[in-house]
């Protein structure tokens, strides 16, 4: 239908509708057109129509398509009604907000650009313009969001869908304004960007994300709900900050946050950043929850814990100072380089990468090693611990000087001490544990130099050693094999399950002594039981002394041929009640008095000498 130069109006009290084949064609120049329908729908959506001058719509529900450009001067259509305007160049809407309620709301300009003057409410929202869109007010939908075309912000915008979700599948241009994404859908790309988002000034998400590039703000990002990564993704938010309050799922790509802002907490994260490729945080970062990747993490400032973290990957680097404060840092990596200070009051773990591999401490043979000198960076520390407690392979040690408590974990791999132990001189004496399932031996000297504090093996041991002393107690929690003649010194020695002594003598320097597991004995065999000081008294069988040696004590060592008590240089008194010897015992002491306060028998069967 040829309408002519003229203006155009259509007036219906019921529905406007192109109910054959066919177009509206007015010619070029041609004034405006009024089309009204009351509440009625009007439905002018065939391909050749072409409206060369500017529309007036008002009805109920309004689907008006035009092969070129469209200008829709004033747009009035019923509550809760779909609206869809669909231009084959330019859409140019009206000044002013366009609510369509519940309703679907269709805007696409096919040949050109989408301008949106006003606020956008409606249920379902798609969006497209050929050479892009233009938001000028906040768009808020009951459900899903759709911008099929790049984004210009015209001004600062909330793009809200509430229980709907957000794709924008193309770039978005900020133009200077901020930009904030809301969603309540439970799905995981709830709000999804495929292109960049780039030169927006704040830019906030509300809501599950998945971001499918990089973002770039002159102002802060938050980023409140899990987001994941939907390829590889830089976030810069320049001089500003970025705050990541939930989880982020890498999905196998990588990520770098950058920002220049001076603060500790200028790159944040709350919780756990996982599944990553490569992680690079340059500034200052505030680490909230662990930090996994398959490769390589660097980190460029400052970094400072906010919560027990560990960092896992195959290679780690911190360019800064590394602060854990009262939070434990355990460190994952076949590569852990630390160029700044290294500080905390919790514990800090190192360990490799796969449970399999072997550990080389401080001069020791291992895959993944650790340098004396890299201990003692970790000095301040409370706890140093080594290992990991799924841990298989063999951990092997050198010349160990603690420079904090260090335990080591393993589950069942062999932990072999093949050098000294002893204390930092200038430091107070430090523990020394170690928990694995396999066989710990000592093949070195401990405190021959300066003594550690307290010594605990939880499970089986071998001593190939002459000397094992400690400032504070020594815990033997498996079975105890003696490889050579050796001397416990601390201040409590418990031998807590099998003592093995084959051919060698046992000398126990302590003021407890306890043998909890039987003790068997090879020829040439010999145990001493004396106090860890020459000054020290001993009660036996219940009298009184410094060091207590009960009854059933005694009894432990009856496969010896002699037990001797007391030191050849002793000066304390030595005590016995009601004893019964159950093997020959021997008393020494170079000045200290020897009493009986109570009887004195031999066990059953063969007489034994006293």
């Known amino acids: 239908i040829a309408v002519g130069s003229g203006t155009l109006g259509i007036t219906a009290g019921g529905p406007i509708t192109q109910r054959a084949a066919g177009s509206v064609v007015q010619a070029a120049g041609a004034g405006a057109a009024t089309i009204a329908a009351a509440t009625n729908p009007i439905t002018l959506n065939r391909a050749g129509n072409d409206f060369t001058g500017s529309v007036a719509l008002s009805g109920g529900a309004l689907d008006v398509r035009d092969a070129n450009d469209l200008t829709v001067g004033t747009l009035s259509s019923g509550a809760s009604q779909p609206v869809s305007l669909v231009a084959g160049g330019t859409l140019v809407l009206p000044a002013g907000a366009i609510d369509t309620g519940t309703a679907d709301l269709t805007l696409a ?270 000095g301040g520390f409370g706890t140093l611990a080594l290992g990991r407690s799924d841990g298989t392979g063999v951990v092997n040690f050198g010349n160990l000087v603690l420079p904090t408590n260090i335990e080591v974990r393993s589950a069942s791999g062999a932990v072999n001490f093949n050098g000294t132990v002893n204390t930092a001189a200038a430091l107070p004496a430090h523990d020394l544990s170690v928990g694995t399932g396999g066989l710990t031996t000592f093949n070195g000297s401990v405190g021959g130099i300066n003594a550690p504090a307290n010594l605990s093996i939880a499970n089986a041991v071998r001593i190939n050693t002459a000397t094992v002393a400690t400032q504070g107690a020594q815990t033997y929690g498996g079975a105890f094999d003696l490889g050579a003649a050796t001397t416990l010194s601390g201040t409590a020695v418990a031998l807590n399950s099998a003592v093995a002594l084959g051919s060698n003598a046992l000398t126990v320097l302590a003021d407890s002594i306890g043998v909890a597991g039987p003790v068997s004995a090879g020829p040439g065999a010999s145990v001493r039981l004396a106090p860890q000081f020459a000054g020290g008294s001993i009660g036996i069988a219940g009298a009184a002394g410094t060091l207590q040696i009960s009854q059933p004590l005694v009894d432990s060592f009856a496969a010896l041929p002699v037990l001797t008590l007391g030191r050849v240089d002793g000066s304390g008194a030595i005590t016995a009640g009601a004893l019964t010897l159950p093997t020959d015992l021997a008393m020494q002491s170079a000045s200290g008095n020897v009493a009986f306060a109570g009887t004195l028998d031999s066990a059953a069967g063969p007489a034994h000498s006293l």
């Open 109 to 378: 300009a096919n040949g050109g650009p989408l301008v949106t003057n006003g606020a956008l409410t409606a249920g379902n929202l798609t969006l497209a313009g050929a050479t892009g869109i233009t938001l000028g007010g906040n768009v808020t939908t009951t459900g899903n969001q759709t911008y099929a075309s790049p984004v210009v912000l015209g001004a600062s915008l909330t793009l809200d869908a509430g229980a709907g979700r957000i794709d924008l599948q193309n770039t978005l241009n900020g133009a200077g304004h901020d930009l904030a994404l809301a969603s309540t859908n439970a799905a995981a790309d709830a709000i999804r960007t495929a292109g960049a988002i780039d030169n927006v000034a704040t830019f906030s998400t509300a809501g599950n994300t998945t971001l499918g590039a990089n973002v770039t703000s002159s102002g802060s990002q938050s980023y409140v709900g899990p987001v994941t990564l939907a390829n590889t993704v830089v976030l810069n938010a320049g001089a500003a900050t970025i705050d990541l309050r939930d989880a982020l799922d890498g999905g196998a790509h990588s990520l770098a946050l950058v920002s220049t802002n001076p603060a500790a907490d200028a790159l944040r994260s709350h919780t756990a950043l996982s599944n990553l490729a490569q992680f690079v945080a340059a500034g200052n970062a505030t680490i909230g929850g662990d930090v996994t990747t398959s490769a390589m993490q660097v980190y460029t400032g400052n970094v400072a814990l906010a919560a027990d973290t560990t960092f896992t990957g195959s290679a780690l680097t911190f360019n800064q100072a590394l602060s854990a404060g009262a939070f434990q840092l355990n460190i994952q990596s076949d590569n852990a380089v630390f160029l700044g200070s290294v500080s905390g009051a919790g514990t800090l773990v190192l360990a490799p990468t796969l449970a399999n591999s072997s550990i080389g401490v401080a001069g020791g043979a291992g895959s993944f090693l650790i340098s004396q000198a890299t201990l003692n960076q970790f």
